[in-house]
């Protein structure tokens, strides 16, 4: 059964960080390009970032440009998402997907994980 599952999220104060995973089991995460996604209660879903399968394309959102960085480790077969400088209205519940490549990240993927809850607040 190809399943990612997230980990990672949590209640941090604004300027605070978290490091988000994304784990695959079932399948090999090598041929994958991952996408995390967010969505805000009321919102739209959006992407955030993308990595390609060998890392050496990433792509952010204007939003997080700077503040995010995303990574990948295919021997433990994980994505990682670095947030840092967090704000009120990065609050969400994030989500990792596998898809081809990066293009066109934004419009989803063909594998999805449940999901991490993200909260920004003092």
């Known amino acids: 059964q190809l399943q990612l599952v997230e980990s990672g999220g949590g209640l941090v104060q604004p300027g605070g960080s978290l490091r988000l995973s994304c784990a695959a089991s079932?399948?090999?995460?090598?041929?994958?390009?991952i996408g995390w996604f967010r969505q805000a209660p009321g919102k739209e879903r959006e992407g955030v970032t993308c990595?390609?399968?060998?890392?050496?394309?990433?792509k952010y959102a204007d939003d997080v440009k700077g503040r995010f960085t995303i990574s990948r480790d295919n021997a433990k077969n994980t994505v990682y998402l670095q947030m840092n400088s967090l704000k009120p209205e990065d609050t969400a519940i994030y989500y990792c997907?596998?898809?081809?490549?990066?293009?066109?990240?934004?419009?989803?993927?063909?594998?999805w994980g449940q999901g991490t809850q993200v909260t920004v607040s003092s």
């Open positions: 079932g399948f090999t995460l090598d041929y994958y390009a």
């Open positions: 997907a596998a898809r081809s490549s990066c293009t066109y990240y934004t419009r989803g993927g063909d594998y």
């Open positions: 990595i390609s399968s060998g890392g050496g394309i990433t």
